[in-house]
Nanobody
């Protein structure tokens, strides 16, 4: 099994920045796609960003130009750099690793 541990969430003012980290551990035998999802209160979980095993990235339209996903394969860690944060970015952010591992989530709150 693979365990994912997120860190870096918190409270920030609108326009500020945060950097989330997701460290994978356990039975890791290959470099797999990883990503970030988020779930706001009363809403469904939605994709924020994905990064493939080769480094190709994909973003939700709502975060393009503001968020950047990256990874350090040597550390089995993925990152989400979030800039120009908006109150609507407030959610619990979850790390995901292909095929189906999930982290416990980290809260991001953006105040107006």
């Amino acid at each position: 099994q693979v365990q994912l541990v997120e860190s870096g969430g918190g409270l920030v003012q609108a326009g500020g920045s945060l950097r989330l980290s997701c460290a994978a551990s356990g039975s890791i035998f290959s470099i797999n796609a990883m990503g970030w999802y988020r779930q706001a209160p009363g809403k469904q979980r939605e994709l924020v960003a994905l990064i493939s095993n080769t480094g190709m990235t994909n973003y939700a339209d709502s975060v393009k130009g503001r968020f950047t996903i990256s990874r350090d394969n040597a550390k089995n860690t993925a990152y989400l750099q979030m800039n120009s944060l908006k109150p609507e970015d407030t959610a619990v952010y979850y790390c995901w690793r292909f095929p189906g591992s999930w982290g416990q989530g980290t809260q991001v709150t953006v105040s107006s």
